[in-house]
């Protein structure tokens, strides 16, 4: 989506980018967002345990849809907020599961 919006923006139209320059935005967007997310993740599953990082990555869904539509105003329909309060459901139960068994 965030490519769409650049294209649209500095090149006038959607599709593959024609100039040197959308190139290079694609190219520093792809880069950014993977190896800057990956190693984030990385960086950041060395420092908390396996299972408080996986609770904190089903979230990265959650909040891209939400932020999605707040931010680009994309549209959510109930299939989404079905989804989102599966996963919700899910963090809590294994949240108090994890709080009862370390008890």
């Not at 923006?9 to 190896?35: E, K, Q, R, S, Y």
């Not at 139960?93 to 994890?98: A, E, L, N, S």
Request: glycine share 12%.
């Amino acid at each position: 989506m965030v490519l769409a919006v650049y294209m649209v923006i500095f090149d006038g139209h959607i599709g593959m980018p024609v100039m040197a320059g959308g190139w290079l935005a694609l190219c520093g967007l792809a880069f950014l967002t993977h190896i800057g997310g990956q190693g984030m993740v990385s960086v950041c599953f060395k420092r908390v345990d396996e299972a408080t990082g996986s609770i904190i990555l089903l979230w990265q869904p959650f909040m891209s849809a939400l932020l999605g539509a707040l931010v680009l105003g994309e549209v959510l329909n109930p299939w989404h907020g079905l989804g989102a309060a599966f996963v919700m459901a899910a963090v809590a139960y294994i949240t108090v599961f994890r709080r009862r068994r370390a008890i």
